[in-house]
């Protein structure tokens, strides 16, 4: 007697579908996890790296004619080391010393500050508060520090520790130029691998390329028209301070970089720096000090013209976030990175809010209400 055929019930097709998109999704996420957590220790340099690229990329096609790819590549990142090295060792030198020696002044109890301005005590609401505690810290440091020891303690743990990154981010400042160069030199494979990777995140062939257009005007806007311009600025400002032999020039020259970023007037910074040289050196030194800091100060009435891009349209308050983020993420390379990265994002948010994706194209304008 023939048994009868027993059929086994077939799972649905569409949970086979469900289990393979779930394994296929579970291996891209654990090839994504295992990537970024070799990209990770890298991840600032190849950001600046990214943005220097693009910066110095018009420059890279304008030699390559003459010189070839690779020559005009490794020729601009020669170059670029060379150019920024020496000021940067020069200031990084300075801002560390004049760190540490802050911080030991606090654990010795030796350090010295002068007494409080006049004006400080007519401040609203803080005034006072702050006139009594810097004068505390002026006449007798050692009950200052027994009295705010555990907030001097953590602000000379704090500055010990951008001190200490300072090489590191100096290191990996000079290196990013190195990785530009080879960027560079395979930039139309990058440009075209951008405008694929937007394509399929957008859905929209039209939209890879003008999205990868857009981030690299708004890259050189940024980088060359603000970070640019503040770099050169305070590279001009600084070279007077080191010229005096003034004992902080490193931290002047890093303030007025951080307030030529944000667009507020050096003049702010080097116009006491002026009147404390003209009281305290000899008077031919010192005027030949006070005319060119007055001409390196207004230097970005000339360069912002040049190098600003056209169009650019970021609120300084982004800027001002970049600077302020970068800087406590990654010290010296995040100062750089994260304006520019905040602009960028920025931008890109805005084009996707205006973006109709029934018309598949940008909205010009708000429909009517």
Known sequence: ???????????????LRMLDSALQIGLVALLIFACSRIILPFTGILLWSVILAVMLY????????????????TLIGLVSV????????????????????????????????PPPPAWLADLPLVGKKLTETWGLVETNMPAALAK????????????ASFAGGLAAGQLSFVLSFAVAAVLMAYGEGATEFASRLLERITGS????????????????????????VAVIQSLLIGIGFFAIGLSSAGVLTLAVLLFAIVQVPAL??????????????ATTPA??????????????????????????EVPMPIILMGVIGGMIADGLLGLFVGPVLLAVGYVLLMEW????????RPRTEDPPT
């Not at 000021?87 to 654990?107: A, R």
């Not at 705010?148 to 500055?159: D, I």
């Not at 005027?287 to 650019?312: C, E, Q, Y």
């Open 287 to 312: 005027i030949i000090f006070s005319i060119w800091t007055v001409i390196a100060g207004l230097s970005d009435n000339l360069l912002k013209p040049l190098m600003l891009g056209r169009g650019l």
């Open 353 to 360: 809010l205006r973006y109709d994706p029934i018309g598949s």
């Open 58 to 73: 018009p420059l890279h096609q304008r030699l390559v004619g003459r010189v070839g790819n690779r020559w005009s590549a």
């Open 82 to 113: 060379a150019l920024m090295l020496v000021p940067l060792v020069m200031v990084v030198t300075s801002l560390g010393s004049s760190i540490l020696e802050f911080v030991s002044g606090l654990q010795d109890s030796s350090l010295t500050v």
């Open 205 to 228: 062939k039209a939209q890879g390329p003008r999205l990868v257009a857009m981030t690299a005007a708004t890259i050189r806007g940024v980088a060359v028209g603000v970070v640019g």
């Open 268 to 281: 702010l910074i080097t116009l006491p720096v002026i009147a404390y040289v003209l009281a305290t050196e």
């Open 1 to 15: 007697m023939m048994e009868p055929n027993v059929t086994i019930p077939e799972r649905p097709p569409s949970l």
């Open 148 to 159: 705010y020891g555990k907030v001097l303690g953590g602000v000379a743990s704090s500055l």
